[in-house]
Structures are given as structure tokens and as C-alpha cells.
């Protein structure tokens, strides 16, 4: 084992060496030896801090790889700017800011315009070159802290190339082709890059941020030390990238005349920035966005600058923004408003979801006053407080959101947190995974919602029964579950508020002939989570026809059965065991089962004649066929015969099915040694009704 000495100087030596290959891999994009050169470096340097934690280096590359252990968000308050911009929306809009700020300047300026990115604001703290602390912009006052997370992102430099003290104000964000390959695995799929990678960089565990390829474009810097400050913006951009910034290229720079551009852009540089007169800028800003939607990330309009430091400190700041910079936004199928409260509500499941009470606001073609903002972490990653004004979208054209806060108050409103008790009935609320839930099942808002959802028009389809009605059976105490909706009486509530005999008759009505539903309507209105319509009609259609079947198996403990069918995934099963294992709900399945509604489905004469001659056994299909164009009916033999189907080969892959034109499914199938079927032997199969007895 080598000694203290000798492993000092070894991590030394291959902290700079892992540090300059990340600066070469992520920053410049040309890497200087292969992924396994690199992995055993890694390992070899992880292998030596564990052994000798001492020696670990404040910056050291190990940072990169996260921590599994959990960390808060401290709140720190800000010593440089990170207000938000004005913002114009055409061309001869830009001209005229450009004309004002000449005038204020009283002398000759240039302009920088670039990219804004749509992602999430961070500003560097560095003390003598090293990486301090990384803050969220938070209010523009006040952020959170969120180091150990930033520490991951390999474009940040955790070592400066010069020992400044400077804070340095970039933009996270998550690649377009990232986002679309991470986002496909998301229980919850985000909306967009920029809100998946604002939740990334408040994950709990730096380990999980680490395993998101977040980038960083750095685009400011403020000095602590003046003799260490440049003179231009242009300069500023330079000197990050010297520093080990990841730099947008994407670079214009506007005078007066061409000549205005001072000698300092070109002398020497190597960087490409476009150059040009005022009179192109409206040109310039079309054509940037045309090609906004080849860009590699996502951008959300543009920022134009004051190049000139010296002028940007004479122009100064409002209390909202600096009269420096101005944002081009692009259109956009939103809209901005303002935050006047935000409520809580809780759902059938006991769910705490909150919603953002705006400024009504017109939105597409719909008025807007009530904005879900789906649970903590959401408001979290917005950074949403009340007063705050937001930018307003309709996703799919159907489902408001907040997409991000444009303006923060003036009240100074902190980020929003959810209340520690349910409004409805005070129990202390609990977390699990996103979400907040009320844990007591007797809640009036969750029974309500419960029921609602059971005789509403897509389950139990009981008309009459309007939350209006749901409501008032609930607050007198008529009903306290779902059953209780067929042991009222009525014709007993005649006269009450709302309720005139003829109402009184259709509710009653409405009751009986909700016996006659099936049971796959039933399992449905039971209103277990995760389990819809698309996942009652697998399990029944797997020929699981009765709810005393379903049972045996959740007391057996017999989920693996479930996982196998195809559409099923553990999540689901999980949740559907937890439901059914439940006291209340088993008790709630009896008394409705012997109020006479239907808990079981009877097998069609074709499904009772088949032979399940594919039971146990997992198929694929690839390639073209004669018979079975399109394949999918060659899936439904399979499965009407008790067989599996997958879209992959896998080692659990039994047999493939291959007709002509199979490719890599047939050679990664005989490398599995799976057995291999053609069409004309699946067809005798069929036509025999007995199997190849393999598996």
C-alpha cells in the first residue's frame, strides 16, 4: 500500500489530469483519452480519497459523481444583481431602447445580443478560484443554495485558471435530445427541458442531479477586486471562457457603424462573433428565430446588452430591472399575469395539489383565472411566490401551466410552501415520493371526491348525481362512503334544499340501475390509483373475470402473476395491492358486492374454447408475414391462447416469431437461444392447438 506521501501526491496529480480531460470533454467538446481511460482514472481516484479522506481536495473531479446523502436547500442572499429584464417584443422595438440608452450614454455605443436560454437562472460564487457556493436566483434577493448539486454539472469549473474572486451568472439547461431519451423514463413526464432541469438541480441527493448531463452557458461575471475588471461585455466573454466556461458561440455585436466596433473584437481572437450596424439588428433577430427550432437546447427569445461596462453603471438599475439589457421575446401561445393566492385542494386519494388563483387572463382562446402548480417540488423549481407575475401557457391547447415567473413581487413574498395540516380536516399531512397526501381516509374532501368520481359520467354514469348533490348528501351526513349512496332513502329528502320529487325519484333511479354496470365499469369507479380504465380491461382480458379472484391473489401475495401481463408495469401492481390489501377498501368491495353490484365477468364462448396452448410463455413478432398483416393480429392469437407479447427480445423471450425481413431481433434471438418460428409453423400451431412444449 503506498504511503500517505505517496498518495497525496498521486491524487494531486490525477485530480489535474481528471479536471483538465472534463474541461476538454464537456467545454470544448474534444476529448484527450477514451471513456475507459477516463472510468479507471476515476475509479483509481475515488478508490484513493476513500482510502485517505483527508487528502481529498476542496475541487477535486470526485465531485462530479454526487453524494447519496440528502441536503437541504439553505436560503443565502445574493451580493451581486440577478434581476429579471424588460422585455420588447418587435424589431423597431429594439431600435428604440437602443435609442434611448445612446441618448442616456451620451456617447457611441455597440450592442451585444444573445441567446436567452430557456433554462434555470444560477449565480457562482469563486473565492481565490474555487468554487464556493452555487445560488438558485431565488427572488433576486434571496436564493437557495444548491453547491452540492452544481458541483455535478461537469461544464461548471469547480477551478478557476486565475484566482479570482468573482460571481459569475450562467444558465443551466438540459439538451433537447437529453430531455426527449430521460424524459420517456419519468414516472411524471415535465413539459419541457427547462422545468426538468430546474427540478434536477434541487434534488435532494447530489448522486441523482449527477446522473442528468445538465449544462451550463456562462454569460456574466462581477468582480470583487476593480483591478481584476474588464472593460467590455465582449471582454467579459472571453475571459469566462479563458476562466473554463462553457460559452454560447452564438455571439452578435451592433454599432453604429462598422467602423464603431472597437479594434479589440478581431485583434487576436480566435472566436467568430457576427458583427454588424443597428439597422441589421431587426434582420439578425428573424433570422434567429427561424432557426430557433434546429438549435441543440431550448431558447425563449433574446437578450441584447450595453457593451460598454462603464456606460452599463451610469445607466443603472431600476428596482426591477437593469436599464442596461433588454430581452426580445418570441411569440409564444401564452400569456402573463399575475398571482393573486394559491390555494390548496385534496383529491379522492387524499392528494395535496395546489392551484394558482391568477389574475383572470385570456389564454388562447379560453379565460384563465386557475392554474394547477401539481405539488411542492413544482413551486419549488419556479421559485413561485404570491404577487409574483408568470408567464401563462395551455399545454396541448387544453391544460393551463405555469411556465415560469417573469417578474418577482415587490411585497418580498418568499417561495410558496404547502400548509403542515389538511385544510379540510387538520391532520398533519405527509410526503410521498412528490406528492402530499392527507393520510386520513375519513377526510370530508377526500369522501366527497370519492364519490364523485364513482358515479361519475366515464365509471358508475349515475345521473343526477352532480357535486352539488354529492356535496349536501355529505355535509348532512347521509353518506360517508360509496355504499351509503344506495342505502338512502330519497324520497325522504322532498322539500330539502334542492330536492323536489321528481329529482328525488331520477336519484333513485339512477341508484338502481347502476347494479346493472359491469364489472370492469365497477373496478374502475372503485378509483384505484393507477389503475384506469386501460388497465382494468388487461387484467380482465388476462382472464382475471372476478373480484374474488383478484383478492386470492392480493392475499396471496401473488403480484408476479400481474407484472406479466403485458401493459402492467410493478408500479401499477404495487398500487393495486396496497389498495386492495386495505381494511376500509376490502369492507367497502363487501358491503357493495352484497348491495348487488357486479363483481365478476363470465369468459366469451371463443375465449372458453381456445386452447391455452401459449401459457407461460413470452413471444415476439418481427419481420413481414402473409396472413397476419398487420402483425397486431398475430399478437392477438397469442394472447387469446394465453401467451404473452413483448415488442423486444430479452433473455425472458421464449419464442420470436420471424417472418421475412427479420433483423436484429432474429440475431439477438439465437444469440438468447430463443426459439425461433416461422409463419408457417405458427400457423400449424395454431391450427393443432398444441404449443412446442419449450418453456
Not at 263 to 282: H, L, R, S
Not at 501 to 525: G, T
Not at 528 to 556: H, T, Y
Not at 641 to 662: E, F, M, P, Q, Y
Request: with cysteine; glycine share 8%; net charge negative.
Amino acid at each position: 500500500m503506498e504511503t500517505v506521501e505517496q498518495a497525496q501526491v498521486e491524487i494531486a496529480r490525477l485530480s489535474e489530469d481528471l479536471r483538465r480531460h472534463q474541461h476538454h470533454y464537456y467545454v470544448e467538446a474534444q476529448p484527450l483519452v477514451s471513456d475507459t481511460q477516463y472510468d479507471r482514472m476515476m475509479d483509481r481516484l475515488l478508490y484513493l480519497e476513500s482510502l485517505y479522506p483527508a487528502l481529498k481536495l476542496s475541487d477535486s473531479p470526485s465531485q462530479r459523481v454526487g453524494s447519496d446523502l440528502g441536503t437541504g436547500f439553505p436560503e443565502v442572499r445574493h451580493t451581486v444583481p440577478v434581476l429579471s429584464l424588460d422585455k420588447a417584443y418587435t424589431g423597431d422595438g429594439v431600435l428604440q431602447w437602443i435609442q434611448r440608452c445612446r441618448q442616456r450614454g451620451e456617447q457611441r455605443l455597440s450592442f451585444v445580443v444573445e441567446e436567452k436560454i430557456d433554462g434555470v437562472s444560477l449565480v457562482l460564487y469563486y473565492e481565490k478560484g474555487l468554487l464556493a457556493r452555487a445560488v438558485t436566483r431565488g427572488n433576486g434577493f434571496v436564493g437557495n443554495d444548491v453547491t452540492p448539486n452544481a458541483k455535478t454539472i461537469k461544464s461548471i469549473p469547480l477551478r478557476l485558471s486565475r484566482p479570482y474572486d468573482i460571481a459569475v451568472r450562467g444558465e443551466v439547461f438540459l439538451a433537447k435530445e437529453d430531455f426527449a431519451a430521460l424524459n420517456g423514463t419519468m414516472e411524471v413526464p415535465y413539459a419541457n427541458p427547462r422545468n426538468l432541469a430546474a427540478g434536477t438541480i434541487r434534488r435532494l441527493k447530489s448522486s441523482e442531479t449527477a446522473q442528468v448531463p445538465l449544462k451550463m452557458f456562462a454569460y456574466e461575471a462581477y468582480f470583487a477586486n476593480p483591478a481584476d475588471a474588464v472593460h467590455s461585455h465582449v471582454e467579459i466573454l472571453r475571459l469566462l471562457k479563458a476562466l473554463g466556461f462553457l460559452v454560447n458561440p452564438s455571439i452578435a455585436v451592433f454599432a453604429d457603424t462598422n467602423g464603431d466596433i472597437f479594434p479589440t473584437m478581431t485583434e487576436g481572437q480566435d472566436d467568430a462573433f457576427v458583427q454588424g450596424v443597428y439597422g441589421d439588428i431587426p434582420e439578425y433577430l428573424g433570422k434567429l428565430e427561424q432557426q430557433r427550432s434546429a438549435l441543440a437546447y431550448e431558447i425563449d427569445g433574446l437578450v441584447i446588452k450595453v457593451n460598454e461596462l462603464g456606460v452599463r453603471e451610469f445607466l443603472g438599475y431600476t428596482g426591477h430591472h437593469p436599464r442596461w439589457a433588454l430581452a426580445y421575446k418570441f411569440d409564444a401561445p401564452e400569456a402573463q399575469t399575475g398571482v393573486l393566492a394559491i390555494d390548496v385542494q385534496v383529491g379522492r386519494t387524499g392528494r395535496i395539489t395546489p392551484v394558482a388563483r391568477v389574475k383572470t387572463v385570456k389564454v388562447g382562446n379560453s379565460m384563465v383565472s386557475n392554474v394547477t402548480l401539481h405539488n411542492q417540488d413544482y413551486i419549488n423549481l419556479l421559485e413561485l411566490a404570491i404577487g409574483d407575475t408568470v408567464a401563462i401557457s395551455k399545454r396541448g391547447d387544453v391544460i393551463p401551466a405555469v411556465e415560469r415567473v417573469v417578474e418577482k413581487n415587490e411585497d418580498g413574498n418568499t417561495t410558496c410552501q404547502l400548509p403542515a395540516e389538511c385544510p379540510s380536516c387538520k391532520t398533519t399531512l405527509v410526503r410521498n415520493g412528490a406528492h402530499t397526501f392527507c393520510p386520513n381516509g375519513d377526510c370530508p374532501d377526500q369522501v366527497v371526491g370519492r364519490i364523485s368520481f364513482f358515479v361519475g359520467r366515464q365509471q358508475m354514469d349515475l345521473e343526477g348525481f352532480g357535486p352539488e348533490t354529492v356535496s349536501f348528501l355529505v355535509e348532512r351526513g347521509l353518506v360517508r362512503d360509496i355504499p351509503d349512496i344506495y342505502t338512502v332513502d330519497y324520497d325522504a329528502l322532498v322539500g330539502q334544499s334542492g330536492f323536489g320529487e321528481k329529482k328525488a325519484a331520477a336519484l333513485a333511479l339512477a341508484v338502481e340501475k347502476s347494479k346493472e354496470q359491469p364489472y370492469r365499469s365497477v373496478l374502475v369507479a372503485l378509483g384505484i390509483p393507477d389503475f384506469g380504465k386501460k388497465a382494468v380491461d388487461l387484467l380482465v382480458n388476462a382472464g382475471i373475470r372476478s373480484m374474488k379472484q383478484l383478492l386470492e391473489m392480493v392475499d396471496s401475495g401473488d403480484s408476479e402473476t400481474l407484472v406479466a401481463i403485458k401493459g402492467f408495469g410493478r408500479k401499477t401492481v404495487d398500487s393495486l395491492f396496497a389498495e386492495l390489501s386495505d381494511s376500509k377498501v376490502r369492507e367497502r368491495i363487501a358491503r357493495l358486492e352484497l348491495l348487488g353490484l357486479q363483481f365478476s365477468e363470465a369468459a366469451t364462448t371463443a375465449e372458453e374454447t381456445l386452447p391455452q396452448i401459449f401459457r407461460n410463455q413470452v413471444w415476439c413478432v418481427t419481420g413481414s408475414f402473409e396472413r397476419f398483416a398487420p402483425r397486431s393480429l398475430a399478437l392477438k392469437e397469442i394472447e387469446a391462447r394465453g401467451g404473452r407479447t413483448t415488442s423486444s427480445v430479452t433473455s425472458k423471450t421464449s419464442h420470436l416469431l420471424a417472418g421475412s425481413g427479420a433483423g436484429s431481433k432474429l440475431q439477438q434471438a439465437q444469440s438468447f437461444g430463443t426459439t425461433v418460428v416461422d409463419e408457417q409453423q405458427f400457423i400449424r400451431m395454431l391450427q393443432g392447438g398444441e404449443g412446442d412444449g419449450s418453456r
